[in-house]
């Protein structure tokens, strides 16, 4: 359990504005161990949705080292960013970011048409899976708009779980959604963190949510302000049992 | 990366929106459409054009006076004899690529029976005319070489004579008509020819021996025209150079003198139909090209609404895996899809169209494997080239920037 998924050391992200440089992060080391539920905290500003870029290899980093796995991703070009965003990461996103008009299912087979080695049976058996592990097995046909928010939002993490990602990295994904819909989500996430051991990072700006996660490492003016573990973590289903049954949901 | 899976991708984006996949393919629909019926209807007139000419007699040659020189000065075609008996008689026995010959001398008159009358024109020929021009007698029988030497007042009647002679349904046969007072007597009638390509009616006309014209109608030793059957088409331009080489002798032409006299073939008229219709299919298949181009422009206005709109989806699919080029790859199959979709419908399209146009309005058409294809391809073609800008544009999105995108 102590395998190092995440290795950030000194990382540095400068921007060029015009003729100013605008520096969004500013040298931020920390390590992410295998099974770990990370959250990163952070106001606007304060360099966390730069960071997450850099996180999902979507970016690279100015300066500093970003070991993903095990990979150095700043030697790294275009295309096989893509690979490793495609077999070592599962994205999960604030507005879902579904295909309209799309069932579930194939949203959820999605990365797997990215991967060659993955013939079409396996592909379907392994999304109707992920989707049963979100507790989505009814609703394999259903297209985004016929599921609530919280359903799209499942949807969207069975996409992130299909490809058997090293991480799944959330980007303030219960930010849409209601109270009860965003324990629900957490609920989930503790599951998977706790039952199948998966290492999740989560970007949110909600002290709230981030009570949910084993660490959370806070950002402020891209520096790490503070990174600590958890003593008193919540069980979001523990909080969700103890939400009073409103009738309007 | 694994071609079926982006068809696959590709396929799905388009399922979701049929509605504009179909817009943007009906482009290309009425483009290849209009290719495929336009070519159509312009082969089909060339061939129409074709058969009216070899069933004037395809292998027809046909001579006449040429301009002459007199004085320093250059006269009109015809507007010299130079044609006569002996040069009838010159390729006649010396000229070894024809099949038949026979001079013709015409005269315009009105042609009178009882009370009725009709103005029209009297053919004097030889009885080879007829195998020449492939006519064949409805009725009666033809005047011999007999007739010919005698200068017989003998005629054979064209059909529109007929209907305007003997209106009353009775056979011609037998009967005395008159053509500028001389009495001829019917000795037959022709098979119904029709309007020759210049819609000049073939019909209306009254053939005697040549003779007869010359001595009877005319007073003269001239003809307008010799017409000559070369033995068969493919010897027609053998045969014009020998009978050039007899005239010349028998006109005892010096080698510096220009020929005055024109040997014209059915081949150059046929030629010069055919590229005709040849400029008419040209100008239709660039009528339809125009309209390819712009389905093409479509596709491409389309592709490029696609991409804007898609950036969520394409910056999605990015973070999820997708690298630059299954996005390329996946809009530009997009595109193709639509213009091989819409190529197809737009075959089918073209030959409905095409058998409609028979069908109702009765033209000619035919419709061409090499258009079907030319078409096929060129619709392909225009999905590649106009799809892969935008597929281009798309694949070189950020992605951080196309899923922040609103």
Redesign the interface.
């Given at each position: 359990m102590s395998k190092k998924i995440l290795e950030i050391q000194n990382i540095k992200r400068e921007f060029r504005m015009g003729t100013e440089t605008v520096r969004a992060l500013k040298g931020v080391s920390f390590d992410v161990n295998s099974g770990e539920f990370v959250t990163i905290m952070g106001s606007s500003g304060s360099g966390k949705t730069t960071l997450l870029?850099i996180l999902?290899c979507?970016?690279k980093p100015t300066d500093g080292k970003y070991l993903l796995d095990g990979v150095n991703i700043g030697g790294l070009e275009?295309?096989e960013l893509?690979?490793l965003?495609?077999?070592k990461i599962g994205?999960v996103?604030q507005s879902y970011?579904l295909?309209?008009?799309?069932s579930a299912l194939?949203n959820v087979e999605?990365?797997l048409?990215?991967?060659?080695g993955i013939p079409a049976k396996e592909r379907r058996e392994r999304a109707v899976h992920a989707l049963e592990s979100v507790k989505l097995a009814e609703r394999l046909n259903h297209t985004p708009n016929q599921l609530s928010g919280g359903q799209q939002q499942r949807v969207a993490i069975a996409?992130a779980l299909v490809?058997e990602p090293v991480m799944i990295l959330a980007d303030e994904a219960t930010g849409n959604l209601d109270s009860r819909t965003s324990y629900e989500i957490m609920a989930l996430m503790q599951e998977l963190n706790q039952q199948q051991g998966k290492t999740i990072v989560f970007v949110t700006h909600e002290a709230d949510i981030a009570a949910f996660s084993g660490r959370t490492v806070t950002l402020k003016d891209g520096k790490v302000i503070k990174d600590c573990q958890n003593d008193n973590k919540r069980s979001a289903k523990e909080v969700l049992s103890s939400l009073p049954v409103s009738d309007d949901y | 990366?694994?071609v079926i899976?982006l068809v696959?991708?590709a396929f799905?984006a388009l399922q979701?929106n049929k509605l504009r996949a179909f817009l943007t393919m009906l482009g290309i629909i009425i483009g290849v459409g209009a290719v495929i019926a336009m070519v159509a209807i312009g082969q089909g007139s060339k061939k129409s054009i074709q058969d009216q000419l070899s069933s004037m007699g395809s292998n027809m040659i046909t001579i006449r006076p040429n301009s002459n020189v007199v004085a320093g000065a250059r006269l009109n075609a015809g507007s010299v004899q130079t044609l006569k008996i002996e040069d009838v008689k010159a390729i006649q026995k010396q000229a070894q690529y024809i099949s038949a010959i026979s001079p013709a001398s015409s005269a315009k008159g009105q042609a009178i029976n009882g009370a009725l009358n009709w103005p029209t024109t009297i053919q004097g020929v030889s009885p080879e005319y007829l195998d020449i021009r492939a006519w064949t007698m409805k009725d009666g029988v033809a005047f011999t070489d007999a007739d010919v030497t005698a200068a017989a007042k003998v005629c054979l009647l064209g059909q529109t004579v007929v209907n305007n002679l003997f209106t009353g349904g009775e056979s011609p046969i037998g009967k005395i008509i008159r053509f500028n007072k001389i009495p001829f007597r019917v000795i037959g009638v022709l098979a119904q020819k029709g309007e020759n390509a210049f819609g000049q009616d073939q019909d209306d006309i009254i053939i005697t021996p040549y003779t007869t014209v010359q001595e009877r109608i005319l007073s003269t030793v001239y003809f307008q025209n010799i017409y000559v059957s070369a033995l068969n088409e493919q010897m027609t331009d053998t045969a014009v150079a020998e009978i050039s080489q007899i005239l010349r002798v028998s006109h005892r032409l010096k080698p510096t003198d220009i020929d005055d006299f024109a040997v014209r073939t059915q081949r150059e008229l046929i030629n010069t139909f055919s590229s005709t219709s040849q400029l008419l299919t040209v100008l239709l298949t660039a009528i339809a090209g125009i309209s390819l181009v712009i389905g093409g422009i479509g596709i491409m206005n389309i592709m490029y609404v696609s991409v804007t709109e898609r950036t969520?989806?394409i910056?999605?699919?990015?973070?999820?895996?997708?690298?630059?080029?299954?996005i390329l790859l996946q809009f530009l199959i997009e595109a193709i899809l639509i213009s091989i979709t819409g190529g197809l419908i737009g075959v089918a399209l073209g030959i409905v169209a095409s058998r409609l146009v028979t069908i109702f309005l009765s033209w000619p058409t035919l419709i061409s494997e090499s258009s079907i294809l030319l078409s096929f391809l060129v619709c392909a073609f225009t999905g590649v080239f106009f799809g892969y800008y935008p597929a281009q544009k798309a694949s070189r999105l950020d992605?951080?920037e196309a899923?922040r995108y609103e």
């Amino acid at each position: 359990m102590s395998k190092k998924i995440l290795e950030i050391q000194n990382i540095k992200r400068e921007f060029r504005m015009g003729t100013e440089t605008v520096r969004a992060l500013k040298g931020v080391s920390f390590d992410v161990n295998s099974g770990e539920f990370v959250t990163i905290m952070g106001s606007s500003g304060s360099g966390k949705t730069t960071l997450l870029n850099i996180l999902g290899c979507l970016d690279k980093p100015t300066d500093g080292k970003y070991l993903l796995d095990g990979v150095n991703i700043g030697g790294l070009e275009r295309n096989e960013l893509a690979r490793l965003r495609n077999i070592k990461i599962g994205f999960v996103f604030q507005s879902y970011n579904l295909l309209p008009r799309t069932s579930a299912l194939e949203n959820v087979e999605l990365p797997l048409l990215y991967n060659p080695g993955i013939p079409a049976k396996e592909r379907r058996e392994r999304a109707v899976h992920a989707l049963e592990s979100v507790k989505l097995a009814e609703r394999l046909n259903h297209t985004p708009n016929q599921l609530s928010g919280g359903q799209q939002q499942r949807v969207a993490i069975a996409r992130a779980l299909v490809n058997e990602p090293v991480m799944i990295l959330a980007d303030e994904a219960t930010g849409n959604l209601d109270s009860r819909t965003s324990y629900e989500i957490m609920a989930l996430m503790q599951e998977l963190n706790q039952q199948q051991g998966k290492t999740i990072v989560f970007v949110t700006h909600e002290a709230d949510i981030a009570a949910f996660s084993g660490r959370t490492v806070t950002l402020k003016d891209g520096k790490v302000i503070k990174d600590c573990q958890n003593d008193n973590k919540r069980s979001a289903k523990e909080v969700l049992s103890s939400l009073p049954v409103s009738d309007d949901y | 990366m694994n071609v079926i899976n982006l068809v696959r991708i590709a396929f799905k984006a388009l399922q979701r929106n049929k509605l504009r996949a179909f817009l943007t393919m009906l482009g290309i629909i009425i483009g290849v459409g209009a290719v495929i019926a336009m070519v159509a209807i312009g082969q089909g007139s060339k061939k129409s054009i074709q058969d009216q000419l070899s069933s004037m007699g395809s292998n027809m040659i046909t001579i006449r006076p040429n301009s002459n020189v007199v004085a320093g000065a250059r006269l009109n075609a015809g507007s010299v004899q130079t044609l006569k008996i002996e040069d009838v008689k010159a390729i006649q026995k010396q000229a070894q690529y024809i099949s038949a010959i026979s001079p013709a001398s015409s005269a315009k008159g009105q042609a009178i029976n009882g009370a009725l009358n009709w103005p029209t024109t009297i053919q004097g020929v030889s009885p080879e005319y007829l195998d020449i021009r492939a006519w064949t007698m409805k009725d009666g029988v033809a005047f011999t070489d007999a007739d010919v030497t005698a200068a017989a007042k003998v005629c054979l009647l064209g059909q529109t004579v007929v209907n305007n002679l003997f209106t009353g349904g009775e056979s011609p046969i037998g009967k005395i008509i008159r053509f500028n007072k001389i009495p001829f007597r019917v000795i037959g009638v022709l098979a119904q020819k029709g309007e020759n390509a210049f819609g000049q009616d073939q019909d209306d006309i009254i053939i005697t021996p040549y003779t007869t014209v010359q001595e009877r109608i005319l007073s003269t030793v001239y003809f307008q025209n010799i017409y000559v059957s070369a033995l068969n088409e493919q010897m027609t331009d053998t045969a014009v150079a020998e009978i050039s080489q007899i005239l010349r002798v028998s006109h005892r032409l010096k080698p510096t003198d220009i020929d005055d006299f024109a040997v014209r073939t059915q081949r150059e008229l046929i030629n010069t139909f055919s590229s005709t219709s040849q400029l008419l299919t040209v100008l239709l298949t660039a009528i339809a090209g125009i309209s390819l181009v712009i389905g093409g422009i479509g596709i491409m206005n389309i592709m490029y609404v696609s991409v804007t709109e898609r950036t969520r989806e394409i910056g999605l699919r990015m973070a999820i895996g997708a690298r630059g080029i299954d996005i390329l790859l996946q809009f530009l199959i997009e595109a193709i899809l639509i213009s091989i979709t819409g190529g197809l419908i737009g075959v089918a399209l073209g030959i409905v169209a095409s058998r409609l146009v028979t069908i109702f309005l009765s033209w000619p058409t035919l419709i061409s494997e090499s258009s079907i294809l030319l078409s096929f391809l060129v619709c392909a073609f225009t999905g590649v080239f106009f799809g892969y800008y935008p597929a281009q544009k798309a694949s070189r999105l950020d992605p951080i920037e196309a899923l922040r995108y609103e």
